[in-house]
């Protein structure tokens, strides 16, 4: 429990750090170097949730190392990874659930995972071809793939908390993924 508050309290420290930094600069090349102010500047885009994206990958020891033709592609790979992650759950909610209310939207939110991974897959092809357009639309298809499954959820009895979290930390990854795929279109 004390590792959970200090890592929760070292994110909120790292988000307010990366957001005190003043952009200074609107328009980006796939070659620039991430830097903290770099990337506060990317979490600032509408609409993304900036806290989240700057406790997403500030923490992570690679950000910092690459252009930001690389944190697409970084991105890319930890959305399509919780992809799978979330889907793997769900299907173990669905095997699993003695609540015959749930087989339904849960089947809903696998087929939408499904979707959603083989979207996420296209951003990856897409950003590595440097078709930051392309990829920016197949994120945002990614999302638009699991947006049946949390209506479906909501108001059911027995549906572990954790999964409409997952969602949408899912939902907020793909957002960061569409936005900073499209500051390269541009």
Not at 64 to 87: E, P, R
Not at 149 to 158: T, W
């Amino acid at each position: 429990m004390a590792f959970s508050c200090v890592t929760r309290d070292l994110i909120s420290v790292l988000s307010l750090l990366l957001l005190s930094f003043t952009p200074s600069s609107s328009s980006f090349s796939p070659r620039d170097k991430v830097t903290i102010g770099v990337l506060a500047q990317l979490c600032a885009k509408p609409p993304i949730y900036d806290h989240f994206c700057a406790g997403w990958l500030a923490p992570d020891p690679e950000t910092f190392n690459l252009d930001i033709s690389g944190l697409v592609d970084l991105v890319l790979q930890k959305t399509q990874l919780f992809a799978y992650k979330n889907l793997a759950m769900m299907k173990g909610l669905m095997r699993t659930t003695n609540d015959p209310r749930l087989k339904a939207p849960y089947t809903t939110c696998v087929t939408g995972y499904e979707s959603a991974i083989k979207a996420i897959e296209g951003a990856q092809t897409f950003a590595t071809s440097k078709s930051y357009k392309l990829a920016s639309q197949a994120a945002s298809k990614s999302f638009d793939s699991i947006s049946s499954c949390e209506p479906n959820l909501k108001g059911q009895q027995n549906v572990p908390a954790y999964v409409p979290q997952r969602n949408l930390m899912y939902g907020r990854m793909c957002t960061v993924d569409s936005v900073f795929s499209s500051v390269l279109s541009s």
